[in-house]
């Protein structure tokens, strides 16, 4: 394998779309009512302030794509330089890496519900499998992936709307709807809850992770950002409601699959074998997203040698295969090293490294936004995705925010082992970045 040089496979509107709306819909949202459930209207609250500071930061990131389409990283390091670059980015492949062994972990337990030939004990080995086609699948190019993941789209949509439409019958025939839990609103329950409902929230960011492979980014990402984002949050604040709606809450949050409750409660156990089929698919679809960006983000490292050199080979259509598989084992390692561990104990794990570290990723990019940006409502918005980015993290808690900072400085350290290890060769010239235009 060497460095190819044929001609790279770039993504339209569509696939751009998909690869923000693929990787948004994951496994949390299927679960998420559990948590949010005994919340009552916090939850609701929280949900529509998620979605407008997911918009307002969807805003800033779309921005920065006017700076053409060399990813994330070409994006922060233009503003703040190469260190901030590189830890942003480092910040972000590595919670990329932990959120793929846990929809891998998601889509072996689910699948594993679905028919009595698997069990609990083969939760391990389905989520290894899944890594490892998914890793081969993506080495084949960005069309390839992106193929996979309309088609995934389209079966994960199908619990989340059709638990909407179970609502909507549910009211035309006159049925009571169940009360919300009646828990008082406060502030600090509202932030709790807006925590969760930000990380079923997160991929947005990922459309700015492909280095190269956007065609038209000046016009594509914002489009697919923003339409993406609000596609998702209005599905999810809708199906979310619905289940809370359609059963009691304390049932919802005793439920270990609240949507497959929802359906068992009118249509019988073969709706909830499809609830669970969907569920899996949501988590392989989203994984299929996130080992696409997981190595677009080592190969933007890798060519400004922060990461060894050999993670910018590539093969075909100018895929980084190295830093797929990179990152696809460093997944299979974390899921191997928690394998004693519950699904839980690793999920929690999982959310707190992947939010924190996302919400890094959000602060750096609506700065790096700021130049982009000179009217008064756009700089208003980006106060207001501010603001919101403060709120989550006091939200996440110290424990979360303790990780990040572990996070970021085991990136410092290494970005100083290879700035030693590189310091006689000479770094490659990037591509200059073009100023930003007055509004």
Known sequence: ??????????????????????????????????????????????WLVSLGGALAIAFALSRLSRGGGGGIQSYIQQAFGPLTGFLVTWAFWVANWASMAALAIAFGAATSRISPLFGDDTVIVLAVSALVVLTFVNALGV?????????????????????????????????????????????????????????????????????????????????????????????????????????PAEMVAASPAPYADAFAARGGEGLVRLAAFAIAISAFGALNCATLVGGELGYAMAIRRQLPSAMTRTRGVNTPVVAQIVSATLAIVLVLANSSRSTAELFVFTILLTTSATLVVYLAGTAAALPWCRSIASRAILALAGIFIAFAFYGAGWEANSWCLVLIGAGAAFYAAMRRLNSRAPIPAEEPVPAAPLE
Not at 146 to 166: E, S
Request: charged share 10%; proline share 7%.
């Open 143 to 247: 069309r390839v992936s992106g193929g996979l993941n309309i088609l995934t789209i389209a079966i994960k949509l199908v619990p989340l709307v059709g638990v909407v439409v179970l609502l909507v019958v549910a009211i035309a025939a006159g049925t009571r709807l169940e009360p919300l839990a009646p828990a008082p609103l406060s502030i600090a329950t509202i932030a709790v809850a807006t925590t969760l409902t930000l990380f079923a929230l997160l991929g947005f960011e990922n459309a700015t992770a492909p280095v190269g492979k956007v065609r038209d980014p000046e016009r594509t990402l914002p489009r697919a950002i923003l339409g993406g984002t609000l596609f998702v949050g209005l599905v999810y604040l809708l199906s979310s409601s619905a289940v809370t709606l359609l059963i």
């Open 1 to 46: 394998m060497s460095q190819s040089t044929a001609k790279t496979q770039t993504m339209g509107p569509w696939l751009t779309t998909a690869l923000v709306v693929g990787t948004m819909i994951g496994s949390g949202i299927f679960m998420l009512p559990v948590s949010l459930a005994p919340l009552g209207w916090n939850a609701v609250i929280a």
